[in-house]
């Protein structure tokens, strides 16, 4: 049995093709929020195949249907801007029987709760349009909690007016920073309040149940949700479509869309200009549509205004990460949609020189973006289909033939996975058969993926560096090749995506004339390393770490809710390849680190960065705000500009209105080979060193 790999790269995908639900011009009404026959009996499937194939298990007691009940609380409110402290009283008070509904395959609660939650939405933002309405006073000292996820519910209407105050002052500040004027502020936000309120009456019964039983498998672990009939549809019919967007992961961060992290060789990654961590603030199509504010807008249909046919152009509002919550410097990005291809993702070499003054020493660099395989031209009997590891056959072969290369990079930075079988092959190209990942099922079965074949392409000494977004696919490589003794891993922490989903047909457990139920896509799997440990959560731990002052512990599946934990099973026989010298190796790099302005300049950005992160509440002071947003760019472009002059680069102007981008591209790959250039240096005390030594 193979299992079909769902990883953080078909998160890109399925964000890039997923068709929203059809848009909604009717006002749905409250009568008509209430709970169906057939969804009663699609929980009671769901119920059977999550106790039956979920890895994790579950039991509908109390304590469990506590946590759906605050997960579903936090789905609808992650602020806490909406409920009162006696709402959620009233709907704990539930608790006692909602197990017992659960089971019976009963979801009034949930119903109830929405048609008061839909209550207090209209209330609040009529409270937001009247002090929307009123002038504010930006030079008085007061402060804004924007972060209520922990925060105490509101004790009475009294004091939730009082937050919709400050949280409508905020977002005024916030456009006023950014160069709007009064009016345009005022128009913005009417419509932003107003576009909440439309939307959440345009919640139709199924948009309801889908919400509620999401909370549900999000209290099992962070993979696993529902797709109800409209959903799924949609998903049908786009992944028939090409694959034609911007290239990003995004993720709904309270009222915002974040950008999770660009995909290698999409528009959005290209233009250099849109960077993980930034807020999608507004969307606009053309050269001159007009820009519609997007905050408070539901995921799918941000995705739905974004995506498009190739060769059209979107126009994105991005509010830096570097920006906060402050406000300050807003940027208009212009993006043509374009067909993510293998090509565009497919793996590439370089050649560095001259590494430590060494003119003799030639260090081969192999990008892999992806674990990239064509199942379609696979499927139809073609011989000689695309796959990452037929590529870096040729791709090495060349560099040890032409090149001659001293030693091998293989750069997994922002590589989101991908295919099993790949990440199974390509570890097989530098070492001996061997087995190379298990994988461990909901019954406890675990299949070991072995590399049968004895040849090793490449044998020379090898570093292979990863970052925070180097997941799933790229974590199996990495382990295996750190496991195996095989070469050097450097860089920071990976992801920690470890486990393995499928999605499954809920109407293939019912009888046809019970009606479309849905699809659920299932975690039903996770990988071990041969060494026995996983890499869910922890990710693979590099043998040197660069550190760049930022809070990992919050990133990757770290920063889940609820993630499955680390765990650890029986090791697999295999053979060590060799040993190496770390804590040397790890000594002769911090001594170089420490002194390097590029290193200097990216742990700068990441404490920043980390401090932003940590951030809960600003100033609704102008002149304060101003001051901060000033500080924190100045530290930002004095540390950029002092590393791109000592390289001999005039820094680009990036707040310019005529944007130089091929300066800026070259100033990215600049910086981008800030950590390349030290992991070749890493190569080279290896080579010197004659790393790795050969066990006897």
Do not use: C
Request: charged share 30%; proline share 3%; glycine share 8%.
């Amino acid at each position: 049995m193979r299992f079909f790999t769902v990883r953080i790269l078909s998160l890109v995908l399925a964000l890039l093709v997923v068709i929203a639900a059809e848009a909604k011009t009717q006002e749905v009404k409250l009568a008509e929020l209430f709970p169906t026959e057939r969804q009663a009996r699609t929980l009671l499937v769901i119920n059977k195949v999550l106790e039956r194939f979920h890895y994790r298990d579950m039991t509908l007691n109390r304590a469990f249907a506590a946590q759906v009940l605050d997960n579903y609380l936090s789905d609808l409110d992650p602020n806490r801007s909406f409920f009162h402290a006696r709402d959620v009283q009233r709907f704990q008070s539930s608790i006692g029987r909602l197990h017992e509904d659960l089971r019976r395959g009963k979801i009034d609660i949930a119903f109830d709760i929405f048609r008061v939650y839909r209550q207090r939405i209209d209330q609040s933002i009529e409270n937001a349009l009247t002090f929307l309405a009123k002038e504010f006073d930006f030079e008085r000292r007061e402060t804004h909690q924007f972060d209520r996820s922990e925060a105490p519910w509101a004790a009475n209407e009294t004091e939730l007016r009082e937050l919709w105050r400050k949280r409508v002052k905020n977002d005024a500040l916030t456009l006023r920073l950014a160069g709007k004027d009064d009016d345009t502020i005022r128009k913005q936000l009417r419509n932003r309040y107003q576009g909440i309120a439309r939307r959440i009456h345009q919640f139709k019964s199924d948009d309801v149940y889908q919400a509620f039983i999401n909370s549900l498998t999000r209290t099992l672990e962070p993979h696993t949700s529902y797709m109800s009939p409209s959903t799924s549809e949609n998903f049908d019919i786009s992944m028939r479509l090409s694959l034609e967007g911007i290239g990003a992961v995004l993720r709904a961060d309270n009222e915002h869309t974040v950008v999770q992290r660009t995909v290698p060789g999409g528009p959005a990654r290209q233009s250099g200009q849109i960077h993980a961590g930034d807020k999608i603030i507004g969307v606009a199509q053309g050269i001159d549509g007009a820009m519609e504010d997007i905050v408070g807008w539901r995921l799918q249909d941000v995705v739905d205004k974004i995506r498009g046919p190739k060769g059209s152009v979107v126009r994105l509002q991005i509010l830096p990460k570097s920006e906060g919550t402050l406000g300050g410097r807003m940027r208009e990005v212009t993006v043509v949609r374009n067909e993510i291809t293998l090509e565009d993702q497919a793996a590439s070499t370089r050649v560095i020189e001259d590494v430590e003054n060494d003119p003799d020493l030639r260090i081969g660099v192999l990008e892999v973006p992806a674990f990239y395989r064509d199942f379609r031209a696979e499927s139809e009997g073609t011989r000689d289909f695309r796959s990452t590891t037929r590529d870096v056959r040729q791709l090495i072969g060349e560099l040890v033939a032409e090149e001659r290369i001293d030693g091998l990079i293989i750069d997994l930075r922002g590589n989101g996975g991908g295919s099993l079988t790949e990440a199974t092959s390509l570890t097989g190209l530098f070492i001996k058969q061997g087995p190379v990942v298990q994988v461990k099922d909901s019954f406890g079965k675990i299949e070991v993926e072995t590399d049968p074949d004895p040849e090793i392409v490449y044998a020379g000494p090898l570093v292979v560096i990863v970052d925070r977004n180097s997941a799933s696919a790229s974590e199996i490589f990495a382990g295996a090749i750190q496991d195996y003794g095989r070469g050097l891993i450097v860089g920071e922490p990976t992801f920690g995506k470890g486990t393995v989903q499928t999605l499954i047909d809920l109407n293939r457990y019912v009888p046809t004339q019970d009606g479309d139920l849905g699809r659920l896509r299932l975690t039903m799997a996770e990988f071990f390393r041969i060494s026995g440990a996983s890499t869910q959560l922890r990710g693979v731990e590099p043998d040197i770490h660069f550190d760049f002052g930022f809070d990992i512990s919050k990133h990757g599946e770290r920063g889940l809710d609820n993630p499955l934990p680390w765990g650890r099973i029986q090791p697999v026989p295999f053979d060590r390849h060799g040993t190496f010298e770390v804590a040397r190796l790890k000594r002769l790099s911090t001594q170089r680190t420490s002194q390097d302005d590029g290193f200097q300049m990216l742990a700068a950005q990441g404490r920043l960065l980390t401090e932003i992160d940590k951030q809960r509440v600003v100033s609704l002071r102008e002149a304060d705000r101003r001051a901060e947003s000033e500080h924190r760019d100045r530290i930002l472009k004095d540390e950029k500009h002092r590393f791109l002059r000592a390289q001999g680069v005039e820094p680009v102007d990036e707040d310019a209105d005529q944007l130089d981008e091929e300066a800026l591209e070259r100033q990215q790959k600049i910086i981008e080979a800030i950590q390349i250039n030290e992991a070749a240096r890493i190569l080279a005390d290896m080579i010197r060193l004659e790393q790795p030594r050969r066990d006897s």
